[in-house]
T-cell receptor, first 109, second 113 residues
Framework: DAKTTQPPSMDCAEGRAANLPCNHS???????VYWYRQIHSQGPQYIIH???NNETNEMASLIITEDRKSSTLILPHATLRDTAVYYC??????????FGAGTRLTVKP | GAGVSQSPRYKVAKRGQDVALRCDPI?????LFWYQQALGQGPEFLTY????????KSGLPSDRFFAERPEGSVSTLKIQRTQQEDSAVYLC???????????FGQGTRLTVV
């Protein structure tokens, strides 16, 4: 029971920004938005998380709307190695964590 | 070790056989999660521990599945009388209480023949 909605697939040109949307209209006040990605045959990898403020780290930026009902993960300069399935998850910190189907991002040369 | 370690990486079991999958979390991580991932699907939640307490086992698909973490570190997922539909990658993740985000192992690929 994932609580998030993501497009099943997206394409992005190498070197361009990849913007991956996520809807979480039923998010609760104490739930964070987490993003993970999974490259083929590997375990999921943490990317970033946030509560209500926008966040940036060395991998990506996370933009959360003011009403917190949606968010966007931004990979500023996508490379071929960013091809993966990206998962958006909402959860209370230190509570269980449930994945949806994710977005399959394909970065094309 | 530096990351979450799972063993074995690959397991082939005959239908009806019992299997045990091991997860060594990152040292000091309080939370531990198990997931089942079928081919082409997202990880499906199985169960969650804080220390040795199993706080949520609602995702275990049947009473053939059992998980334990007796000393609050290493965890074992046991599947009794394996069936073909149990074939999947079993993922383990751990996290600390203060950071919240989880680190995943490489998974154990179980094939039931």
């Amino acid at each position: 029971d994932a609580k998030t909605t993501q497009p099943p697939s997206m394409d992005c040109a190498e070197g361009r920004a990849a913007n991956l949307p996520c809807n979480h209209s039923t998010i609760s006040g104490n739930e964070y938005v987490y993003w993970y990605r999974q490259i083929h045959s590997q375990g999921p990898q943490y990317i970033i998380h946030g509560l209500k403020n926008n966040e940036t780290n060395e991998m990506a930026s996370l933009i959360i709307t003011e009403d917190r009902k949606s968010s966007t993960l931004i990979l500023p300069h996508a490379t071929l190695r960013d091809t993966a399935v990206y998962y958006c998850i909402v959860r209370v910190v230190n509570n269980d964590m449930r994945f949806g189907a994710g977005t399959r991002l394909t970065v094309k040369p | 070790g530096a990351g979450v370690s799972q063993s074995p990486r690959y397991k082939v079991a005959k239908r009806g056989q019992d299997v045990a999958l091991r997860c060594d979390p990152i040292s000091g991580h309080v939370s531990l999660f198990w997931y089942q991932q079928a081919l082409g699907q997202g990880p499906e939640f199985l169960t969650y521990f804080q220390n040795e307490a199993q706080l949520d086992k609602s995702g275990l698909p049947s009473d053939r599945f059992f998980a334990e973490r007796p000393e609050g570190s290493v965890s074992t997922l046991k599947i009794q009388r394996t069936q073909q539909e149990d074939s999947a990658v079993y993922l383990c993740a751990s996290s600390s209480l203060d950071r919240g985000h989880a680190f995943f192992g490489q998974g154990t690929r179980l094939t039931v023949v």
